[in-house]
């Protein structure tokens, strides 16, 4: 997840992240994207990854399936001009319950106020990120790994994906690559002029996460206090909290019981 910062704290019209919203609303937007039509095949696969009813696994082959076809859903993929399409989703300024006094390792409970900024609705997936790795100025340029701080030096096996697949989520990136991601994106922003002097695309912050995730009133989960089955890719079995586990990352927004409360 990626943050733009905005350079008032003012309030800002909340757009709700929901990897569930209608079809439909999105259909020109995505054509846009992919410079096209959106296939029959591609709307039925679309719908059938979204259905909160139908099993994981069932939604993690329509996301796979999808993906050969070219998977037109905004803020998955690429632009027409070939930068990531990044759907940004804005938070607005405000204090949130941060921290649990239930869970011994986190921190208590107590209020945190932030400025306002904007998230990516999903995690940078590997179409988005195999564009930085292949761009001649991408990660080979020293200079995303020098300026404004010098990072580490990336090793060969940095990125290495475990499932090429293009809209899964990134793997094996390191904070240091994650970094050089955000340096080389708010370059290509400011020279679009999307990106105006004063705001910058970069990591977000342990508390912007965390409230981005979780929203205002202090819910353990995007859906509430208690783990539901199926609503998110982990071993469900190991925790005994359900019967899934899927053992490998899936096509981002399978899981829409997990959108944030923006």
């Known amino acids: 997840l990626f943050v733009a910062q905005r350079k008032d704290d003012a309030e800002v019209e909340v757009l709700r992240e929901d990897n569930a919203v209608p079809l439909p609303a999105l259909e ?21 990854m979204l259905d909160p009813d139908v099993p994981p696994a069932e939604r993690a082959e329509a996301g796979r399936k999808l993906a050969e076809l070219g998977d037109p859903r905004p803020g998955v993929g690429l632009r027409p001009d070939g930068l990531p399409d990044i759907a940004w989703v804005d938070v607005p300024a405000g204090a949130f319950i941060m921290g649990s006094d239930t869970n011994r390792h986190e921190t208590p409970e107590r209020s945190v106020s932030l400025a306002a ?9 590997y179409a988005q990120l195999k564009v930085f790795l292949d761009d001649k100025d991408g990660f080979a340029n020293p200079k995303w790994w020098r300026e404004p701080t010098k990072l580490p030096v ?3 096996q940095s990125c290495e994906q475990g499932w090429r697949i293009l809209n899964h989520p990134a793997e094996n990136v390191s904070w240091y690559d994650a970094v050089a991601y955000t340096r080389w994106l708010t370059a290509r922003l ?17 508390e912007e996460w965390e409230k981005a995730a979780r929203g205002t009133d202090g819910r353990e989960y995007p859906w509430g206090m208690v ?30 019981q997990g959108a944030s409360p923006f």
Do not use: C
């Open 190 to 206: 400011r020279a679009t002029a999307e990106l105006p002097d004063g705001r910058q695309v970069r990591l977000p912050t342990e």
């Open 28 to 48: 020109d937007r995505a054509a846009q994207n992919s410079a096209g039509t959106v296939s029959q095949d591609q709307k039925r696969l679309w719908e059938l």
């Open 227 to 256: 783990y539901q089955g199926g609503y998110a890719n982990i071993n469900e079995q190991k925790a005994n909290a359900g019967a899934t586990f899927l053992g490998r990352t899936t096509a981002v927004g399978i899981y829409p």
């Open 154 to 156: 990336p090793k060969r």
């Open 117 to 125: 900024f904007a998230i990516g609705r999903y995690p940078v997936t």
